[in-house]
Structures are given as structure tokens and as C-alpha cells.
């Protein structure tokens, strides 16, 4: 079973800061990774899919990189409404399953 | 545009089954699958399983011995029922479209399901 890692857990910065945000994984998972963000009472939403793809709607300063064990999220200026709870997401095909990392809150220093 | 909405009781007696439905309205739930994910309070999240509109599923290794979960293309819902269940299954539960490689890109509200007596 693959193991995501998030880290760090919490990150404080202030708005117009940038945020870098790290998912590890256990065994390669080529470009598997996707990332979401949850606010609070709300359900997560599909920021970057396939390490790197922006989904519909998402602003330009959300970036995703990586491939392999390592991936990162980028928010290039940090604006009020992306103080957050991030988590990186995996599907595994053989057997058919799906992981979430732990998160990393985002949080208004 | 197409919605999600769970519905289901809010509070559950243990060892009995938790029964949630998600309707998908604004769109059909044909040629895709659909994924419920759960949140403990607090936790992160935990991927219950999916089904395809055809009725193919699969589920958490974890969970696949209490989970079932059905598809009604007349209805346009997916259902989800977890039996025998604890405290340790109190969550947010939400329900999700699913496009494989591409993530989760449309996802229910939520419906908060508490078990106790």
C-alpha cells in the first residue's frame, strides 16, 4: 500500500507570501498525484491533477511539480481565501484503491 | 451545472447500517464512477470506495467487508450502506464524481453521520 507523506503539517505565512507545500510518497508513483483543498464545513475541491494539470477554474498562482516520490504545491502569492487544508491524493490501479495524504493547513501568520 | 447532494439519518445506533444516498442532478451519472470519501472529526480523509455507472465497484480493503454500495441509473443516485457500526464510524461522509486519473472534480456538501445510542 502506498503511504502518503504531507509536510509540514501546519505553515504559517502571511497573504502575498508564497507557499510551498510537500507530498512524499512511500514508492513511486510516476505523475499519479492530485491535490485538493478543503476550507472549513466545506468539501474538498480539485486543484491539480496528474502532478502538474491545473483543474477548470483554478487560478494560475496554484502550480504543481514532481513525479516519482516527490511532488510540491505552489501558491506563488498567497491570497486571502487559500488559508486552507491541502492534501495530495494517489489511485492505485492494481489493486484498485485510493490515498489521501495527512494534510497541511495553511494558516494566516 | 451538475450537483451532488448526500442525504441519509444523522445519527445511527451502533451495530446497526448506516444508509446514505447522492443524488446527481444537472447531468446524468452515466460513464462515469462515483466515490464515496469519508472525514472523521478533525482527520483527514478516507476513501470508502467506487462505483461505476454500470455497477462495478471497489472498495477499502478496510471497509469491504461492511460496505455495499449500488447505482440506480433510473434515479440518477448512488447509494452507500455500512454495516455493524461503531463509534469509530462517525464522519462527514461525501460523495464524489470521479474521473480516474483526473481526480474527484465534483463533490457532494457532505452529510454529517454520528453513531450512537
Known amino acids: 500500500e502506498i503511504v502518503l507523506t504531507q509536510s509540514p503539517a501546519t505553515l504559517s505565512l502571511s497573504p502575498g507570501e508564497s507557499a510551498t507545500l510537500s507530498c512524499r510518497a512511500s514508492q513511486s508513483v510516476s505523475n499519479y498525484l492530485t491535490w485538493y483543498q478543503q476550507k472549513p464545513g466545506q468539501a474538498p475541491r480539485l486543484l491539480i491533477y496528474?502532478?502538474?494539470n491545473r483543474a477548470t477554474g483554478i487560478p494560475a498562482r496554484f502550480s504543481g511539480t514532481g513525479s516519482g516520490t516527490d511532488f510540491t504545491l505552489t501558491i506563488s502569492s498567497l491570497e486571502p481565501e487559500d488559508f486552507a487544508v491541502y492534501f495530495c491524493q494517489h489511485r492505485n490501479n492494481l489493486p484498485p484503491s485510493l490515498t489521501f495524504g495527512g494534510g497541511t493547513k495553511v494558516e494566516i501568520k | 451545472q451538475v450537483q451532488l447532494r448526500e442525504s441519509g439519518p444523522g445519527l445511527v445506533k451502533p451495530s446497526e447500517t448506516l444508509s446514505l444516498i447522492c443524488i446527481v442532478s444537472?447531468?446524468?451519472?452515466?460513464?462515469?464512477?462515483w466515490t464515496w470519501i469519508r472525514q472523521s472529526p478533525g482527520k483527514g480523509l478516507e476513501w470508502i470506495g467506487y462505483?461505476?455507472?454500470?455497477?462495478?465497484?471497489n472498495y477499502n480493503p478496510s471497509l469491504k467487508s461492511r460496505v455495499t454500495m449500488s447505482v440506480d441509473t433510473s434515479k440518477n443516485q448512488i447509494s452507500l450502506q455500512l454495516r455493524s457500526v461503531t463509534a469509530a464510524d462517525t464522519a462527514v461522509y461525501y460523495c464524489a464524481r470521479d474521473i480516474d486519473e483526473e481526480g474527484m472534480d465534483l463533490w457532494g456538501q457532505g452529510t454529517t453521520v454520528t453513531v450512537s445510542s
Open positions: 462505483i461505476f455507472y454500470t455497477g462495478i465497484t
Open positions: 496528474d502532478g502538474s
Open positions: 444537472g447531468g446524468s451519472i452515466d460513464s462515469y464512477y
